[in-house]
């Protein structure tokens, strides 16, 4: 029986951007499916009492000049750590929804993703987001209106409030059932699940 991954995740997280990596490879290898559920981070660290640890000038460093790379080159994957960052992710995670909506979620996150952590985009820049949204082929007036629209900014808010209910307290965090994961350092926990 195929198992389904819930992946919480906001596009400013570079830990979230690993996971990402990964976790595509884990489903093709388990026949799984990746349940996407786009958070608003600032959100989830405000209800929780958490932070960043970026913030952490000491955990900050160690992870930008340590940790990320020793991952990437576990994982075989590039990541630039963006210069602009941190950015607002309000707009990209609302993005995410008008994206699911427009038909072209896993083509968004894909881009975003790649944007932030490999080109070094700075989507605070407006014209960025709508360069990226043009280059899927979708009409950009269109998905502006998504993103200020009631449905989608409650939405947002609501899975927000979802993953802080359910337990999670920054990202990544995924389930598979009702069985918490958080951290792309946790994805080998993941794995042994879905080979269950």
Do not use: C
């Not at 990541?79 to 993005?95: A, E």
């Not at 939405?155 to 979802?162: G, M, S, V």
């Amino acid at each position: 029986m195929s198992k389904s991954i819930e992946f919480y995740f906001d596009f400013g997280s570079p830990t979230a951007y690993l996971a990402y990596k990964q976790l595509n490879k884990l489903a093709q290898k388990y026949d799984s499916t990746i349940e996407y559920k786009g958070i608003l981070l600032g959100g989830v660290f405000k209800a929780t009492d958490n932070a960043s640890p970026i913030t952490i000038p000491a955990k900050g460093q160690y992870m930008v000049i340590h940790d990320l790379p020793r991952f990437t080159k576990r994982y075989d994957i590039e990541l630039k750590f963006n210069p602009h960052f941190p950015i607002n992710t309000l707009p990209l995670m609302r993005g995410y929804y008008a994206a699911l909506e427009l038909g072209v979620a896993e083509a968004y996150v894909e881009k975003i993703y790649d944007g932030m952590w490999i080109e070094e985009i700075n989507f605070s820049d407006p014209t960025e987001l709508e360069t990226a949204i043009k280059s899927l082929g979708v009409d950009v007036a269109r998905f502006n209106d998504l993103i200020s629209s009631d449905a989608i900014k409650n939405q947002l808010k609501a899975t927000t409030e979802e993953a802080v209910t359910r337990g999670a307290f920054g990202a990544p965090t995924m389930y598979i059932g009702d069985e918490m994961f958080f951290g792309q350092d946790r994805l080998d926990f993941v794995e042994e699940r879905l080979a269950e």
